[in-house]
């Protein structure tokens, strides 16, 4: 088995790009994501994509291989949104460890597929582990700024199901990403340390911040030095950052990142900003071109898309990371 910690080392990996852009390209109706098993759910379910790793699962699979194929080497589980925080919105919390089960063994089935048919370029899962919609930092209430939605307890309880379904479906590596509170990350790393602990598991852990603004920093608040320092003391495989922004006004917050951290580096920008209509319209090859200042100033080791981004994004990406070099880790 490869280890992606060796392939690292070796070269930049690049990352799939986005699941909602693909499935939204299915155009399935609510009868699609009810399929048979939750035809008599009491509540809509259009929307709830997590849910279609469940009841179009042939249609999650041919995205993975599509990403696969266009030169990613690593697919995101499609459970962004599932913990029982997420489901709770589709009276679909007794779901959450099959949702995640079988997301991982749907990307895992395809990982090992591609690997077979060309062993020399391993493919890796990251279970994908979503912010939730729920926030420990902030209150949602202006005139009770002291209240909070969630606590940190209940946050962990959460994403230890997650973790625990992800783990078992047979994913390589998590990742946390889409970090706009700290705490909530925090709250998924110490649920990971927890059952590492009990059950002896290593996977490696990756964390991914947003940068919500021009301000750089995230919604919390946290410049990216204060994200860097709130996460580190985990031994990570990688930090980055991911969504919010482009390309490039993501590019002066990963550089002060990539000079700051002894971690792998990683980013996944969205398709530029989104226009009036909440759609992204830069194309594959405008984006190449952000993204080769990454590559050829050194800043990253793993790289791909979010928001709007699509096989043909991800192929030129891909072309572009096997011309560069990955970024040398500073010693401490």
């Known amino acids: 088995m490869t280890h992606i910690e060796d392939v690292l080392e070796k070269r930049i990996l690049v990352l799939d790009g986005a699941m909602g852009t693909m ?17 008599n759910h009491p509540c809509p379910l259009k929307g709830n994509n997590d849910l279609l790793s469940l009841t179009q699962p042939e249609a999650i699979k041919a995205i993975h291989r599509q990403y696969f194929e266009a030169g990613a080497d690593i697919v995101e589980t499609n459970t962004f949104s599932s913990t029982s925080i997420g489901m709770a919105d589709y009276q679909m919390e007794d779901q959450v460890y099959d949702l995640n089960l079988q997301s991982a063994k749907i990307a895992r089935e395809v990982a ?30 202006v005139n009770d700024p002291g209240y909070r939605a969630i606590t940190f ?8 199901e997650q973790v625990e379904g992800l783990v078992a479906g047979g994913v390589d590596l998590l990742l946390i990403e889409t970090v706009f ?24 852990v990756m964390v991914s911040g947003t940068i919500t603004d021009a301000s750089g920093r995230t919604l919390s608040g946290q410049t990216v030095e204060a994200f860097l320092i709130a996460v580190e003391h985990i031994p990570l495989l990688s930090v980055g950052f991911n969504c919010a922004l482009g390309a490039d006004q993501l ?11 002894g971690f ?63 970024r040398k880790r500073p010693r401490s």
Not at 23 to 39: L, T, V
């Open 23 to 39: 499935i939204q390209g299915f155009g399935f109706e609510e009868a699609d994501f009810r399929g048979e098993q939750f035809k």
């Open 112 to 141: 090992d597929e591609l690997t077979a048919i060309q062993p020399d370029k391993p493919r890796f899962v990251a279970g994908s582990i979503g912010p939730t919609n729920k926030t420990a930092s902030m209150s949602p209430d």
């Open 153 to 160: 307890k209940e946050l962990v309880a959460a994403y230890r």
């Open 181 to 204: 509170d700290t705490l909530n990350a925090k709250a998924a790393l110490f649920a990971i340390d927890e059952l590492k602990a009990e059950q002896g598991w290593t996977h490696p």
């Open 251 to 261: 590019y002066p917050y990963l550089k002060r990142l990539s000079e700051q951290s």
């Open 264 to 326: 792998y580096i990683s980013a996944h920008p969205n398709a530029g900003l989104p226009n009036a209509f909440g759609a992204y319209d830069q194309t594959p090859e405008e984006m190449q071109k952000l993204i080769g200042s990454y590559l050829s100033d050194g800043l990253v080791n793993i790289v791909g898309g979010c928001c709007g981004t699509t096989p043909e994004h991800i192929r030129l990406i891909a072309d572009l990371a096997t011309k560069y070099t990955p």
